[in-house]
């Protein structure tokens, strides 16, 4: 009972935040004052992680600091929660995420994506909206800003296999840049159906970079080689540590 009241109490605790915070900027982009959604959007994001910890007892930890690059860089990671593309915000200064197109659809939310520059990924719009895409992740990387990107595609349940999206290739051959696999257990804590937020610690692995050049095939194999296996090792020690509590 104590896990669903907490959980509960979370979630709207998050949403109440969120509205806010979007509420009280959106003055700020009617002024055009846009430089400062950037900021208010950090705020957010460290903000949505204090009321994880304070309500539900959920922490977080990044590992593997020290196998991101130096200058602009491909962040290729797992995605199961809505924790994922809210932290980098806060962890890195100006990311550039790539995003499904129909996100921009979505009210308030679609405006802050367009002012903080991230890139759409229209998945029916044909060789076109590749182009597009390509075009404006390599002027991202010029800009030298860090490229995140979830190459399944969408949110995924732990152990959920879903294929992997040819778009990171495409970004890594047009930018040149190297590819930061990461790992992660988000799903287990804030996962994409239900209210169930057991107390624990989200872990972020950043795994050892792959250096540009590499052959499609060689690419994907090491890509999803890579993540894939950090992830089922991690999945499986917090399964363990859930199962403790």
Same mark, same amino acid.
């Given at each position: 009972m104590l896990l669903l009241l907490r959980s509960l109490l979370f979630q709207a605790?998050?949403?109440l935040f969120t509205a806010t915070v979007a509420i009280l900027t959106m003055p700020l982009l009617a002024l055009r004052w846009r430089s400062m959604v950037k900021p208010i959007s950090q705020f957010w994001a460290r903000g949505v992680n204090v009321l994880l910890k304070l309500i539900a007892g959920i922490d977080y930890r990044i590992e593997g600091r020290e196998n991101l690059p130096k200058g602009p860089f491909i962040l290729a990671a797992k995605h199961q929660s809505l924790w994922d593309t809210s932290v980098v915000l806060a962890l890195f200064d100006n990311p550039c995420i790539v995003i499904k197109q129909e996100? /921009?659809?979505i009210p308030i939310y679609g405006w802050f994506t367009k002012v903080l520059g991230m890139v759409p990924v229209d998945r029916d719009g044909g060789g076109a909206a590749l182009k597009q895409m390509l075009r404006a992740c390599r002027a991202a990387a010029e800009q030298g800003r860090v490229l995140i990107i979830f190459p399944q595609g969408t949110r995924t349940l732990p152990g959920e296999d879903a294929p992997y999206q040819p778009g990171v290739v495409a970004i890594y051959r047009e930018t040149g840049l190297p590819v930061v696999p990461a790992a992660l257990n988000s799903g287990y804590f804030w996962p994409k159906h239900?209210?169930?937020r057991p107390p624990g610690v989200i872990r972020l692995?950043?795994?050892?970079?792959?250096?540009?050049? /590499?052959?499609?095939d060689a690419f994907m194999a090491e890509l999803t080689g890579r993540i894939e296996t950090a992830n089922a090792k991690l999945e499986a020690e917090t399964r363990e540590s859930l199962q403790k509590q």
């Open positions: 605790s998050f949403l996100l /921009l659809r239900g209210w169930r692995q950043y795994l050892e970079p792959i250096p540009p050049g /590499l052959k499609r």
